[in-house]
């Protein structure tokens, strides 16, 4: 065998696989890795924006949660501003029925006064009319002296 034959036949069989892997395999196989580099730019960039999108959803929430704590806070003030109108409320109610049932009381009080001073004036009269009977030794008609006994009531 000679060299040079060999050599060329190598030659020969060497830039057909050259041809057949330049024409059936290396065209897939970059078409491969250039789809796949879109592939991985196009999920960069969609990383990218899930990020900035991410950044935006966390500022709303941020501004969202400050508004609800305003909110909340006002909404707490509020209610204690009605309850201290009730309780004040409450108070001025309380003090009117007090005031009410002191009133009536001071009323049945001088109700009270007023029948014990009669029913004491007109025991005076009796005993007037008793310890006079009892001094004078004889009985006094107190229908003809009513008027001196009015009077003597009307003085105690």
Not at 44 to 52: C, I, M, T
């Amino acid at each position: 065998m000679n060299v040079t034959a060999t050599l060329f036949g190598q030659l020969i069989v060497f830039t057909i696989l050259i041809w057949f892997i330049k024409q059936y395999l290396w065209e897939p196989i970059i078409n491969t890795l250039e789809d796949r580099k879109t592939r991985v730019a196009e999920g960069l960039a969609a990383a990218e924006e899930g990020h900035k999108f991410e950044e935006q959803a966390q500022k709303q929430v941020e501004e969202e949660l400050g508004a609800a704590k305003t909110q909340s806070a006002e909404l707490i003030a509020q209610a204690q501003k009605r309850a201290s109108e009730i309780v004040e409320k409450a108070k001025a109610d309380a003090t009117g029925e007090a005031d009410r049932i002191k009133a009536a009381a001071e009323a049945e009080i001088a109700m009270e006064r007023s029948r014990a001073s009669e029913e004491l004036r007109s025991q005076v009269s009796t005993l007037a009319i008793s310890g006079a009977e009892k001094i004078l030794g004889k009985e006094i008609d107190a229908t003809a002296h009513a008027k001196a006994l009015d009077e003597l009531a009307a003085k105690i």
